[in-house]
């Protein structure tokens, strides 16, 4: 049992791979980082292994001390048990996607006594294959090679994510039961990996009773919020559905939110195809403009360990229309109760997803209404409570 007095003075550090770039991981481990802060959770350390950039973009506190290693991954280890030793790191919170990175910590932080708890962000179908359709490789036969090559590798990456499961002795906290549930189902013969996994939500960080969700006051908008990718994103799909309607619809505009390694593709296939009734806003981290505003808001991605600007985009009750990503998208939308979900890959199925929307209002309402209620499940109160029953047990 943890007494009143230790509860209180509970500190808890974190390790970030880079906490100064922009992305979803480095979003949402800001403002857990923010949340502990307000909750009376200390936290003196952020330790980085690397820094691409100056400073961090988002808004870290400055009261922390934040320690960039400047090290490599066969580095790691002993860099990080020093720093365990030196600073004299009881618990610790860190992000827990890279196998080899995450491995490294959790034997770093058993030689040095430390409780870390990994957060995974993402989906462990992410890590183990490869999202291949058949119409990429009819497109490109180079990739049949890709494909094959990762199913030969696919058994000795389940034997890393295996040997990652097991020295999280402390749990593994997934952000979505989804992906809590896939690796379960993975492992499905190990008793001692599925009573380690447990699920702990990203903090919303939004104070809904301060957001405008009057529905009568939206614009005949979408909104696409992601980096914009390929391999896990399937950005692509967003202007080939599109496509496929804007013309019929003139007094709709689709607003994309997001920038990346297929930016310029995108916008070359509107110029060539002649759609103007789409605008690339770039990276943005005003996101309440466009959400308050919009009607639907969109995701297409393979892999989610949550969707982030899904959940934010339910909080200002937009309809939802989004692939049957693997993850934790079916945390937030329950096709045909609160959205519509549709298969991967099918942008035609998804163009017709978002007309039957555009379309009825009535069921945009609906859809809106019943998804909001996802809303009270991301309670700063119950997440905070979480992590801190995590850390006394």
């Known amino acids: 049992m943890v007494d009143e007095n230790e509860r209180n003075n509970l500190k808890v550090d974190f390790f970030i791979i880079d906490n100064t770039p922009i992305g979803g991981v480095e979003r949402v481990t800001c403002s857990l980082i923010n949340l502990f802060f307000e909750k009376g959770i200390k936290v003196d350390y952020v330790i980085s292994m690397q820094n691409k950039f100056e400073k961090p973009h988002f808004p870290y506190p400055e009261i922390s001390n934040y320690i960039n290693l400047n090290c ?3 580095e790691l280890e002993e860099k990080l048990y020093q720093q365990f030793i030196a600073l004299e790191i009881k618990n610790l919170i860190f992000q827990g996607d890279n196998m080899s990175i995450s491995i490294a910590l959790l034997k770093a932080a058993k030689r040095a006594g430390v409780k870390a708890i990994p957060q995974y962000h993402g989906s462990p179908h992410a890590y183990l294959d490869k999202y291949i359709s058949g119409n990429d490789i009819v497109k490109n036969p180079y ?7 990762a199913r030969a590798t696919r058994p000795f990456k389940l034997l890393k ?8 002795e402390n749990g593994i906290a997934c952000v979505s039961h989804g992906s809590a549930n896939e ?3 993975i492992f499905k013969n190990s008793q001692v990996i599925n009573e380690r996994v447990f699920t702990i939500y990203n903090p919303l960080h939004l104070e809904l009773q301060n957001i405008n969700t009057d529905i009568n006051q939206k614009s005949n908008n979408i909104v696409y919020l992601s980096r914009l990718e390929n391999k896990h994103k399937n950005s692509f799909l967003v202007v080939k559905a599109w496509n496929e309607i804007a013309h019929k ?3 709709w505009q689709l607003d994309i939110l997001g920038d990346g390694a297929i930016s310029d593709k995108m916008k070359n296939y509107v110029d060539e195809n002649k759609i103007t009734n789409v605008v690339f806003h770039g990276m943005i981290t005003e996101i309440a403009p466009h959400l308050s505003k919009s009607k639907i808001s969109i995701l297409t991605s393979n892999c989610e360990g949550l969707g982030m600007g899904i959940l934010e985009s339910i909080c200002y009750k937009n309809a939802v229309v989004c692939t049957k990503s693997d993850g934790g998208i079916t945390d937030l939308v329950k096709h045909k109760k609160s959205g519509l979900i549709v298969a991967r890959n099918d942008h035609k199925g998804f163009a017709k997803s978002m007309e039957k929307l555009m379309n009825d209002e009535q069921l945009r309402t609906e859809y809106a209404n019943e998804s909001y209620k996802i809303a009270s499940n991301f309670s700063d109160e119950e997440i905070i409570e979480e992590w801190r029953k995590r850390f006394e047990l």
């Open 72 to 74: 490599s991954s066969k």
């Open 143 to 149: 990739l049949a090679l890709k494909y094959l090559f």
């Open 161 to 168: 994510l295996k040997k990652y499961l097991v020295l999280a």
């Open 183 to 185: 690796i379960k189902k």
């Open 249 to 251: 619809y003139p007094n």
